[in-house]
C-alpha cells in the first residue's frame, strides 16, 4: 500500500461523514448534533437532563449547545423545564415529537462504527488508535479547545446561532 492508497481511504471516510450529514438535514430536518442530542435526552432518566450534561456528553462549547437546544425546542422536539425548588435550574426535556423522529431517523455512521468498535479485542482497538494517532499528528491537528474534538458528524458548523 502506498501513501496515495492511505489518502483515498481518509477521504472516503470524510465524504461518508459528510454526505451521511446532507442527507440527515436534508431528510429529517435537523443536523446529527440535534439527533445526537436528542438521544442523549431518550436515554437519560426521565428523559431529561440539564445543558450542562448535554455538553459535557457532545464535547461541544456551551454556545453550540444553546443553539442547538434553541432550534430544538423551536421545532418542538424538546422542551425547558424549570426545576422545582429551584428555577434558576433548567431541565432540557425530550418532547413526544423529538422521541417521534428519534424512531424515523436511521442508526447514524457514529453509532455503526461503535458497535463495531466494541467487537474488537484490546490489542486491535490500540492498533487503530494509535494509526489514528498517527494520521492526527500527520496531519497537525491541534486539540486545544472543546470544539475542535466534536463527536462524529461530518459539518457540525452548521450547528452555530444564525446558520439555520
Not at 422536539?77 to 433548567?90: E, T
Not at 422521541?99 to 447514524?108: G, I, K, N, S, V
Amino acid at each position: 500500500m502506498d501513501y496515495k492508497d492511505i489518502l483515498i481511504k481518509v477521504r472516503r471516510i470524510v465524504r461518508s461523514i459528510n454526505l451521511e450529514s446532507k442527507k440527515v438535514q436534508k431528510d429529517f430536518g435537523v443536523s446529527i448534533p440535534q439527533i445526537l442530542c436528542l438521544e442523549y435526552l431518550k436515554g437519560s432518566p426521565g428523559y431529561q437532563a440539564t445543558q450542562r450534561s448535554i455538553r459535557d456528553h457532545l464535547n461541544l462549547n456551551s454556545s453550540t449547545v444553546t443553539g442547538i437546544i434553541g432550534r430544538l425546542e423551536k421545532k418542538g422536539y424538546l422542551a425547558r423545564l424549570p426545576k422545582s425548588g429551584d428555577k434558576r435550574v433548567m431541565h432540557i426535556t425530550l418532547t413526544s415529537s423529538g422521541d417521534a423522529l428519534l424512531e424515523r431517523t436511521p442508526d447514524l455512521l457514529q453509532q455503526r462504527l461503535n458497535e463495531k468498535l466494541k467487537g474488537l479485542s484490546a490489542d486491535e482497538l490500540v492498533k487503530v488508535g494509535s494509526a489514528l494517532d498517527l494520521l492526527i499528528e500527520m496531519l497537525e491537528i491541534e486539540s486545544t479547545s472543546v470544539d475542535e474534538m466534536p463527536l462524529i458528524t461530518g459539518d457540525f458548523e452548521t450547528d452555530h446561532p444564525g446558520d439555520h
